[in-house]
């Protein structure tokens, strides 16, 4: 019998995401799909690209009956999630896409995020839901914080070079491109197609991206002292993919060793041929990650260059990815669609 | 055991994404890919986003032993594809994607492509390849014609309100946009990204457009009368999708009515609520056709809009249907994937 | 001494599209610039790409003295405009950017934007500013009323055609496909960048668009009887640019003639060689208009295709050459920047 | 009476930019236009966007006669153009905008272009073209080599800096985005729309760009000491816009008042407020290049973001106005255009 989901949040881009993944899941069935707003209406009203499934309607997420959901996939907004999740039944195992549940330390939250959390006692049982990384917490827990999408990207490329101890901890530059899907359905005025387009620019630059937060924590805890890397977004004139392009102090071709030794049994992480260079078009639509590295003419000196799509790997395709193995199924079921190119 | 399949042309765009819909498909195996000016290259070099699949490498057509092929998909260029043909053994299935055997007569086929058809003999034999249409003929065929992507799309609009006698026959209009993808991956100027994106053209006006000669052939056959449309492609400065907006004189609450009823059982062409309009997006990377009916204000009068990919549905996606007829699989099978939205 | 400018509505696209042109003109100068809600910002803050320029803060419209204003450009949204238009000096000359006064008919305007018009006085003094049908109108008008984008482009492909005589009057298609920054600087969902690139759709379709008013209106009054013509408008992927592909019954080369003949002495409508068919690419940022003429292979009909870009030739393009007229200046004179292509 | 201008290479992007600026300069007349490969066609058949200007047909270089021509743009290839360069009159005026004559050092042009020079007589006479900072050699300079795009807009960010000694030679990334008409009108698959739009990816990384090259020979000259930064470019799906993310070890706001003080009276360069950020499409279809500093959360560390438009202030808008010097016009003139946004 397929596991029973509810996605709360499902008139966003992330939530739209997951229907589309699990719509090929054999094992997975949507029970509840959840947006306070759109509640009343068919998700082939909200997003007419799923009006081929069969799905519940919009519901609120009062009206769910969670008794019988085995899994929930909650895409709310930020702090958003927080609120409704202390408020669902203690044993009902979750997946977060939000970035309410990142990080360990609530002092970290209050500062990078400029509240109070609401939930620290669901924080406290959280996991940290980069697969790759935390694949047996993850299966093992109730509350799975998804990553940031910017987050996973820089972490794909840099984790096993920190680990192996091959970089200069107090250098690297991240310099990173999205798309702008990752901003969400939000009506804001740079998110229209009229001030977007045609063009690229940097924001949040100098340190105040809040998926530093991430990057602080997660390079800290791999390192076993702190680390600070220096962060660049970009708004990309595209819907889908990120690509960051990652500046170490290090070997080249000893960091494309580690990285090819650390992903060699991953079914999602790609490196390529030591010099190749990847592109966010070769994994539109689909959960892999790859990585290229290049050394520069300058000894001691490399770039990583990570892609990956951010609704998918960078979020949705991640969600599923860590449910599956919640709920003891095959992780890569539902995520082995191939990149849709051109 | 699965079936054996080889794709001829796997260099293009519609041998991509032959490869990307077959790797879901659990009856299939690509056993060879041919792409004569890449011999010797592999998939992944031509094709980085099919990276993840386990593909042979490329080889000449020559190369191949045709002996142990249950189905052959033919993807390459317009003329060079019937040189081939004629040349492939005479009992092996063929899925042909190019425009050489669209046009049952032979003098039409000279007159709208310039030169004499080179296999007449294969094309006595063949089927053309609009699916919902044709299936039974297909079922039984040795040779299927896949059609032109925006004939395709003219014809979804049209047939059945043809079919019906609901609409004028001297006084139709298609007025097409189309993605780019459809032209292939040629190094023609006006295929540049400097060239072609951040705006829009009309192309082949004026009743030149080769796909004509198909909309000719079919809507005649279906009239029982000769049926001579209007047709004006416009190159949309996207990849893929084409959205045919289809100018008829005649009711439109009948018009939505034939063609609800005439795809009621169809798993690929919807046809949307009275009203409602579709977009390419909500098509993208599926197989799916979105059928919307408008009535305009001027009695009498109706606009029928019909949206697919090229790519899939308007090419490669149609020829996977086709050769589950022919292999006797589920119609449907490998192509279920919904819809890449944003 | 040049003349003082006011723009009303300084911080949406039409506002900044004048003060582009304008900056350029060297009889012209910027004495005030309005946009209620930006009231205290510079223009460097709400557009960067003015930066450049020394123009005045932005200020609320009460606080300009329009005692020294020689023109004021109103570039308010709908119903606003009339609203504000009504309070001011009843001397001042004003080119109206908004739907506001472009229907000379008070029960037109009613039934079309449904409500009643606030300022019926300042209407019947109003001149419709398509500049090439009514120059000397204009030249001697207070208030001029900036045509619908999408109306200016039908009707430079169609009125020569009409008046004379030329094209079945029951019997004109209009399909049209227009860039998104017509619909302003709007928070509205349909016009984020991940909702609209990559695709594209139609909209208002069957006779609902507001901008058949102006069809209604124009061509009827050109014909001497009533004309209702069918028109399909379209989003398109891109910022700027409009296309209008005309379907007419009657004679090619007569109507290639007739363009030729009406827009000879014109200095910003060309019409292209026979057979030749225009891009929105090539008069993108300028004030040019290009119109192209084919025959269809049934003899006795014909397309016209006409291009501009919708918010210089659309919109402040437009309203710049009327204000030129008014102010009896050369008609031309900053308005004569090339296209920017690519 | 107007300069006597010729333009060889016309055929190409900075070709026509050239003309499109060319066509508002009072004081400057296109004499001949020169494309070998389309000589005898009209500009307008070549591009369709300048077709309202009164221009010469394409001609062969053979058959201009120099001796009418007081300036001579040539936008011809690399490699082209150092061969055409050496056979016009020892006398002739030039501005170049080609790789040819940008480095100093014939061997640093055979080691980076893998040739030896054809021309190196011309080469000894050549001044690197960055106004800005040779504006006095270029004035008197019989041919003045245009820069690289790339390497003008890290150039913009980095001289003043690196003369003022506020940064760490030893370790400066630049990060760097460009649009795809920089690399010209060739037909190359990477430069298709299906193969570029909607994505991003790295390209020449680790040291291998050529405009390297030129930032090797500038920053070494201005720092007075060996200076090899780290440099990797992507492709944009954009057809304008170049935007480096310069990182720097260094003062954030020493640097921007150096920036600042550097550029106080020059037109075309900007800083903008501290903690500020360009966008390419701010400065799309203009001349001029915008900066932003922000500093890093890390003390003594530095973003600097410069954007301009590669075609315009990277290649034909700075060979204008290198070549108002070399005329005694004012250095502005055809260069102050207002940017097209949106």
Redesign the interface.
């Known amino acids: 019998m397929p596991h029973k989901i509810a996605i709360l949040g499902a008139s966003g881009?992330t939530g739209?995401e997951l229907?589309?993944l699990i719509?090929?899941h054999p094992a997975m069935e949507i029970a509840a799909l959840a947006a306070n707003s759109k509640a009343g209406q068919s998700m082939a009203q909200v997003?007419?690209?799923?009006?081929?499934?069969d799905l519940p309607d919009l519901v609120t997420v009062g009206d769910i009956d969670f008794a019988g959901i085995d899994l929930c996939f909650c895409a709310l907004p930020h702090a958003t999630s927080q609120a409704v999740i202390r408020e669902l039944p203690g044993d009902l195992r979750i997946v977060d896409l939000s970035a309410d549940f990142r990080l360990r330390d609530p002092e970290d939250y209050a500062r990078w995020y400029g509240n109070a959390h609401a939930a620290p006692e669901c924080q406290a049982e959280a996991v940290y839901g980069l697969t790759e990384f935390y694949r047996e917490e993850i299966r093992a827990a109730r509350l799975v914080a998804g990553t940031g999408c910017n987050a996973a990207t820089g972490q794909y490329a840099l984790r096993p070079l920190i680990a192996a101890g091959l970089v200069d901890l107090d250098?690297i530059?991240i310099?990173l491109?999205t798309?702008?899907?990752g901003a969400g359905?939000a009506?804001?005025?740079n998110?229209?197609?009229?001030?977007?387009?045609?063009?690229?620019?940097?924001?949040s630059?100098?340190?105040?991206h809040r998926h530093?937060a991430e990057f602080d924590q997660e390079f800290t805890r791999v390192a076993g002292r702190k680390v600070?890397v220096?962060f660049?977004p970009?708004l990309?004139?595209?819907?889908?993919?990120i690509?960051a392009?990652v500046?170490v102090k290090g070997e080249?071709e000893a960091a494309h060793a580690a990285l090819a030794a650390a992903y060699a049994e991953e079914a999602f992480v790609?490196v390529?041929p030591f010099?190749a260079?990847?592109?966010?078009?070769?994994?539109?639509?689909?959960n892999?990650c790859?990585l290229?590295v290049?050394?520069?003419?300058?000894p001691g000196?490399t770039?990583v260059?990570a892609?990956l799509d951010n609704l998918t790997k960078g979020s949705s395709g991640q969600a599923l990815q860590n449910a599956n193995l919640m709920l003891d199924e095959d992780e890569t079921t539902g995520l082995?669609?191939?990149?849709?190119?051109?």
Chains 1, 2, 3, 4 share one sequence.
């Open positions: 881009y739209a229907v589309r719509a090929t997003f007419p690209h799923l009006r081929h499934l250098d530059v310099d491109k798309g702008v899907s359905r009506l804001k005025e998110l229209l197609h009229a001030e977007l387009s045609e063009g690229t620019h940097a924001y630059a100098g340190g105040t530093l600070e220096q660049t970009h990309l004139p595209a819907n889908r993919g690509l392009t500046y080249a790609h390529l010099g260079l990847p592109s966010t078009r070769h994994v539109r639509g689909s892999f790859h290229g290049v050394g520069d003419r300058r000196r770039v260059v892609a082995t669609l191939a990149p849709v190119f051109p």
